[in-house]
């Protein structure tokens, strides 16, 4: 009979373990709730070995925290294939799966908390909004927005983590119709928007031109219509 001997790792795989760790704790807990000594239990090692690696509780919370705004950043990575409507619509599908995995975690990155200061916070949110506008106009074909459209896909993405907060209180609407409301809403904002610049009409309408008759773009237009032809 053989007994299993514990693998020791080395700084950087045993930090990159405790991030892990301590990154599942948040996700399923509120990170003020969560103390060092459950996370040295959870990663199979003592807690003064824990402050081994990291000075103290809010250094560990920040690396979890920018662990989870990387992530998050990588949902609006989208290959430029396909309808857009269709792509924006398999964004806001991780977006939410990212959510609904780590709520806690998510509601802590996107608001904050007495865990960690509000600069690291701010700043980690504020990568993740830029790299999500920076996807979103690589999409649209556009490099240097006009201000109109820099207002829609910066209204959108905070549309989007405002949707998806509520949302975690109590998941009263279904994930999907959410997922579907939101790409609708980016249409909705820049049809809108389109409807005062000559020039932004011109290249949204390219890209709705091409939307398919069962895209979420169409379905939005025809349930509009609908709408305004009732008595």
Known sequence: MTTGVRRRMGVEERRQQLIGVALDLFSRRSPDEVSIDEIATAAGISRPLVYH?????????????????????????????????????????????????????????????????????????????????????????????????????????????????????????PREELETQLVQDFAALAAVAAARDEELAALLGGLFGDEPGDGPFTDLATRLVSLASRD
């Open 53 to 173: 690696y990291f000075p103290g509780k809010l250094s560990l919370y920040e690396a979890a925290l920018r662990r989870a705004s990387d992530d998050l950043a990588a949902r609006f990575v989208e290959p430029h294939e396909g309808p857009l409507g269709a792509r924006l619509l398999r964004v806001m599908r991780r977006y939410f799966d990212f959510v609904d995995v780590h709520g806690p975690g998510f509601s802590a990155l996107m608001r904050g908390g007495p865990a960690v200061g509000s600069s690291t916070a701010n700043a980690l949110v504020d990568s993740v909004r830029q790299a999500a506008y920076v996807q979103i106009l690589s999409h649209l074909g556009v490099t240097d927005p006009p201000a109109r459209l820099e207002l829609v896909v910066r209204s959108w993405i905070s549309l989007a983590e405002s949707t998806a907060l509520i949302w975690l209180d109590g998941r009263r609407v």
